[in-house]
């Protein structure tokens, strides 16, 4: 079952249960799971009633197999890390394992991006930078557009020479949020923070903000703004990708929205997915770039944006390899 389908047949279920019943399950699912749900159901068309019929007996199979499954700390760690590589392993485990989300950064998960930025901004930089490390980096790359250009840049550097979270860190966190972390003397060095964070962050600031903020960098660091340039992963990228990849990213883009994302695109990447499609579908995207006139440069930046999200998630989910830096292939 793909993710995609795992997340309909989630969706149908809690239209099946009701609304009394539903609220109780969404209750216990974090603020990017309740989203997708909540997008899912909201767009959902009519079901035909022998769709649900399978899922419940299923589901009812599922609970019927007698005493409960557990996992022990060492099968979760040895379960994310084959699926997810060592490095976003690492990332993930010092969540899920090692309690280094509290609950006030939890409460900013559900803020939209300018409450949260407004909330946070006096905060010192080096505090702002602990809190946007727990973020997810799209919701944290919002957060930062807020920021004025000094405290931008001053942040996404000390999110960039971060090695790690320290208990001690995590207790200013705390204090700046006003909430208490349970068991904060007992936690690990988070690994979070780092080159690689930042450069997933700055992926979703645009262009002229990435482009002031490696200026900063560079002034402090040359190596460390080259070293952020090469983790990131950015439009033109694409060219990158082998055919095969382009091909599925393409049944998972709508064309309006490729067509304004192609607007900036170099003529290299135009051709790239151009040769991608059928003759036919490539001649109609021809002429419906050519018919299209001139397009804000937030709006094509906006959908680079979307279509870099739906990127992610295929390499994440393994359809997709993005070529490393550096001559080194692999999943990112």
Do not use: C
Not at 201 to 224: C, K, Q, W
Not at 256 to 270: F, M, T
């Amino acid at each position: 079952m793909t993710p995609e389908e795992g997340l309909e047949n989630s969706a149908l279920l809690l239209l099946t249960l009701g609304a009394d019943e539903a609220s109780e399950v969404l209750k216990h699912l974090g603020p990017r799971e309740v989203q997708k749900l909540g997008m899912k159901m909201a767009t959902m068309p009519a079901q035909p009633r022998s769709r649900v019929e399978p899922l419940l007996e299923e589901l009812e199979s599922h609970f019927g197999k007698g005493s409960p499954i557990h996992a022990d700390e060492e099968q979760i760690r040895q379960m994310l890390t084959k699926a997810l590589g060592d490095e976003r392993a690492a990332h993930l485990i010092s969540r899920v394992l090692q309690g280094s989300d509290t609950a006030g950064i939890e409460s900013l998960k559900w803020m939209d991006s300018a409450t949260a930025a407004d909330l946070i901004k006096n905060e010192h930089p080096q505090i702002i930078a602990t809190i946007l490390v727990h973020l997810e980096t799209d919701q944290a790359g919002e957060i930062l557009k807020y920021f004025p250009e000094r405290l931008r840049n001053d942040v996404i550097l000390r999110i960039a020479t971060l090695d790690g979270v320290q208990p001690t860190a995590l207790k200013e966190l705390n204090d700046a949020l006003t909430r208490m972390l349970a068991g904060a003397s007992t936690v690990k060095k988070a690994a979070m923070g780092g080159v690689r964070h930042a450069a997933e962050i700055l992926n979703f600031v645009g262009s002229a903000v990435e482009t002031a903020v490696i200026d900063n960098v560079r002034e402090y660091d040359p190596d460390l703004a080259q070293k952020i340039l090469d983790e990131m992963f950015v439009f033109e990228n694409l060219m990158d990708i082998d055919d095969r990849g382009i091909q599925t990213i393409l049944r998972e883009v709508q064309s309006d929205s490729l067509i304004v994302a192609l607007k900036g695109a170099s003529p290299e990447l135009r051709e790239k997915v151009f040769k991608n499609m059928s003759s036919r579908a490539a001649e109609m995207m021809r002429e419906d770039l050519e018919a299209k006139g001139p397009v804000r440069l937030s709006e094509v930046e906006a959908e680079q944006k979307e279509i870099l999200k739906v990127v992610r998630r295929l390499a994440e989910e393994g359809q997709v390899m993005l070529a490393g830096k550096g001559g080194d292939d692999g999943f990112v």
